[in-house]
Nanobody
Framework: QVQLVESGGGLVQAGGSLRLSCAASGRAFSSSTMGWFRQAPGKEREFVAAISWSGGRTNYADVGKGRFTISRDNAKNSVYLQMNSLKPEDTAVYYC??????????????????WGQGTQVTVSS
């Protein structure tokens, strides 16, 4: 089992930055692919970024390429999402997710097994 708690969301002006954090508990964290997803009102949950258990592999959705950076610190059981040059269309609830150990490097929500409660990010124009 993995429990996930996100933090770091808030209100920021367009062009600003936020760093989201996800604190994980559970022994499986260091062997889990971790992902960030987001869901805006009236829209489906969408993939933002993922990072392999070692941190050696990352993947980004087009919406975050060049602006977002995912990282992790297995010693602290944490994963992060640094978001720069934020736009109003980045406004959403951001979720941290974890896979059970798997050969699949997940980029779909249904490939993830554990979810946090989400943190709101609001970008004003």
């Amino acid at each position: 089992q993995v429990q996930l708690v996100e933090s770091g969301g808030g209100l920021v002006q367009a062009g600003g930055s936020l760093r989201l954090s996800c604190a994980a508990s559970g022994r499986a964290f260091s062997s889990s692919t971790m992902g960030w997803f987001r869901q805006a009102p009236g829209k489906e949950r969408e993939f933002v970024a993922a990072i392999s258990w070692s941190g050696g592999r990352t993947n980004y959705a087009d919406v975050g390429k060049g602006r977002f950076t995912i990282s992790r610190d297995n010693a602290k059981n944490s994963v992060y999402l640094q978001m720069n040059s934020l736009k109003p269309e980045d406004t959403a609830v951001y979720y941290c997710a974890a896979q059970r150990p798997s050969p699949i490097f997940g980029i779909r929500a249904d490939e993830y097994d554990y979810w946090g409660q989400g943190t709101q990010v609001t970008v004003s124009s």
